[in-house]
């Protein structure tokens, strides 16, 4: 059973702000870094406990492809998407979203 995701306001603004970014580089290449992040995202919601622990309980998945990671926390009843992350970033950015 899959497990809802909420997205905290940050992490879905990141995403959006990627998102096109990607697509300003090349035409539909939006659409392949979209899919790959849900794909991360569907496998945090199967089975979110396989991720490692990159801090406390934030857990992490790395996308295919691009140099991504989505970070998350694991409720009882939901996931909560914490950040879309570039991996050269700084990630005391996301941390206060704890």
Request: net charge positive; with cysteine; proline share 4%.
């Amino acid at each position: 059973m899959s497990l809802p995701i909420a997205f905290h306001r940050a992490a879905s603004a990141e995403f959006i702000e990627a998102s096109a970014w990607y697509e300003n580089k090349r035409l539909g290449l939006a659409h392949d870094f979209i899919f790959e992040i849900e794909r991360c995202l569907s496998l945090a919601s199967e089975n979110p406990f396989q991720f490692t622990i990159v801090r406390k309980d934030i857990r992490r998945v790395v996308a295919n492809r691009f140099p991504y990671s989505v970070y998350f926390r694991a409720e009882e009843h939901r996931i909560v998407v914490l950040a879309v992350f570039h991996g050269s970033r700084d990630p005391a950015i996301w941390l206060d979203r704890y």
